[in-house]
């Protein structure tokens, strides 16, 4: 029997893409360690969901999981995905990040009948580089652990395909959102936090956004559906195989403007403090989309559109 395997199926994206592909009537092996993601987010209770409680950085594990399934594709998403606990912890980041991709590669080599691994790498790859809007060969610059393992990982994922003929295609996700965003830390996606917040205020509670700097910066912000749709298709199609991807919309939208499209969904006047710029962000980033484009891609939900989406399953 035929799986697919998607690694960090418990976290945000990854469960939305376990509940894509059972949609789309596949069996699904997760393999999550559930250090970020929760048991909640998977349907446990179909029976085309297999969930493995295991760490992508463990060998033996790896191992097992490859001698016990035949896996069709496979989905690599388990990450410590935060650059705060990156930089906090750059041993550990760099164990799943970097040593868990290697693992699952060099069994994935020993399967000969594998289609495709697509590995979900990060916009961190181009840090502080100016070139807008970002293209698959801008300058990279990571800038902190979780960046530089991202950009390691994906030239492993890449020269896999080059060296051994694994099928290969790694995505680089800009700002995602959508339901299921864990909002509990301040390094969180601004707009998990900024429902989180919006949900308190509708409900008579007094709870601030602390806004960053003036609000001008800018960001490519993507519904998390349409980053489904993306992975989908670049694991299907021929053109993708050994090549890298920006996921994003190709469009920068100020986060003063995102806000306030925010507050009118929401019918909530968020009280809002400001404080000084964060160090290192970014002024401004998005995408160039042309190549995932050119494989057929379209994003289906403009930024007012996602969030009423977000809005709706979170009230
Ligand atoms: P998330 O934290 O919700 O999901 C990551 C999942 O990996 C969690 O369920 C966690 O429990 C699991 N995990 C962590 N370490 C593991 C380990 N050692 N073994 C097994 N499982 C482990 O994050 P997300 O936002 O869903 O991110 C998914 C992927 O996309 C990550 O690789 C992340 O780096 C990348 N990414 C996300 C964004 C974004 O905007 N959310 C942007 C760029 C890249
Ligand atoms: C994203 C990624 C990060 C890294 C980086 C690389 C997320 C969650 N983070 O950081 O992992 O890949 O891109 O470029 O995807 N903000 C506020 N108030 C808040 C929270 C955030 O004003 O409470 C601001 C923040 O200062 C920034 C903007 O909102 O200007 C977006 O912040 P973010 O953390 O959602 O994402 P970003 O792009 O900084």
Excluded: C
Excluded at 303 to 313: A, H, M, Q, S, T
Aim: a neutral charge.
């Amino acid at each position: 029997m035929k799986y697919t395997l998607v690694t960090g199926g418990a976290g945000f994206i990854g469960s939305h893409l376990v509940k894509r592909l059972l949609e789309d009537g596949e069996k699904v092996v997760i393999l999550d360690n559930l250090s970020m993601g929760k048991l909640s987010n998977i349907p446990l209770e179909n029976k085309n969901v297999i969930f493995v409680n295991g760490d992508v950085s463990d060998r033996k594990t790896v191992n097992e999981l490859f001698g016990k399934y035949n896996f069709d594709k496979i989905f690599h998403l388990a990450a410590v995905a935060s650059v705060a606990a990156s930089i906090k912890d750059p041993e550990k980041t760099h164990q799943t990040n970097f040593n868990g991709t290697i693992y699952l590669l060099e069994e994935a080599k020993k399967q000969k009948d594998l289609r495709r691994f697509v590995f979900a790498s990060s916009a961190a790859v181009y840090g502080n580089s100016l070139e807008l809007p970002k293209k698959e060969n801008s300058e990279i610059s990571p800038l902190t652990p979780y960046a530089i393992d991202k950009y390691a990982s994906e030239r492993y994922v890449l020269t896999y395909n080059s060296l051994y003929k694994l099928p290969t295609s790694a995505v680089r996700f800009f700002n995602v959102y959508g339901s299921g965003q864990n909002p509990n830390s301040p390094y969180s996606g601004v707009i998990s936090i900024l429902t989180d917040r919006l949900k308190a205020n509708k409900m008579g509670n007094y709870n601030p956004f602390i806004l960053y700097g003036d609000g001008k910066q800018t960001r490519d912000f993507i519904f998390v559906d349409d980053v489904i749709s993306a992975l989908l298709l670049v694991s299907e199609s021929n053109e993708s195989l050994g090549r890298v991807f920006n996921v994003g919309t190709g469009k920068q939208i100020s986060l003063n403007e995102m806000i306030s499209i925010y507050e009118e969904i929401s019918g909530v006047n968020l009280p809002i403090i400001n404080h000084k710029f964060r160090d290192g962000d970014i002024r401004e980033s998005y995408a160039d989309i042309s190549l995932l484009n050119n494989i057929g891609f379209k994003p289906k939900y403009k930024l007012n559109e996602g969030l009423l989406n977000y809005w709706n399953d979170e009230i």
